[in-house]
């Protein structure tokens, strides 16, 4: 329960910041429903994402899984996590953008490299460490885990309201020093 809560709980605080970011930019959003969706995925993203280990035999500690395994963990719940959460919030956005398609595109790609960066937060404070350095660790770790998603979803913006980012890359390339207009 405690970690359903958790989820809800950073569900509410993604979604009301992405809600608030994205409603200055897309003025027929509908705020709420895009942070009911982000928060109720996140919710039900956590608890099965704990399960495992909720429920599974109680062992003792045999040192762990290897670092490369958690992190090919970390990979594979950011890919699931992005697509579903993606796919859920191009749900609430599309009433307000041409293309929500591209929501779900930059969400499933950032999210492994979120869970990455989170993998990594998590596991730096020791035992021994003080819980306001703890704290400090996680507020950087939140910190660099929304600018990564943030950029990546930035991305998305643009695709979802106007020209799609690979004519747009296109574009630059061509406009460029070395690209055929001037």
């Keep these: ?6 989820g809800l709980v950073e569900g509410l605080a993604l979604g ?39 429920l599974g035999p109680d062992q003792p500690d045999a040192g762990g899984p290897s670092v490369a395994l958690l992190v090919l963990g970390a990979i594979g719940v950011g890919v699931v996590m992005g697509s579903v959460l993606g ?11 041409r293309r929500a398609a591209a929501w779900v595109v930059a969400s499933s790609l950032a999210w492994p490299v979120v869970m990455v960066v989170v993998l990594v937060g998590a596991s730096l404070p020791g035992q021994d460490w003080a ?35 690979w004519d747009r890359a296109l574009l630059r390339a061509l406009a460029s020093p070395w690209g055929w207009l001037d």
């Design 1 to 6: 329960l405690l970690v359903v809560g958790a």
């Design 16 to 54: 009301s910041a992405q809600g608030w970011v994205l409603g200055r930019w897309l003025p027929r959003l509908r705020r709420a429903r895009f942070v009911v969706v982000t928060t109720l995925v996140a919710g039900l993203g956590w608890a099965a994402g704990a399960a495992p280990a909720l």
């Design 87 to 97: 796919l859920a919030q191009a749900w609430a956005l599309r009433p307000a953008v």
């Design 131 to 165: 819980w306001s350095t703890v704290v400090a660790t996680g507020a950087a770790t939140g910190a660099l885990a929304g600018g990564v998603l943030g950029r990546a979803t930035w991305w998305a913006l643009g695709s979802m309201t106007a020209v799609p980012a």
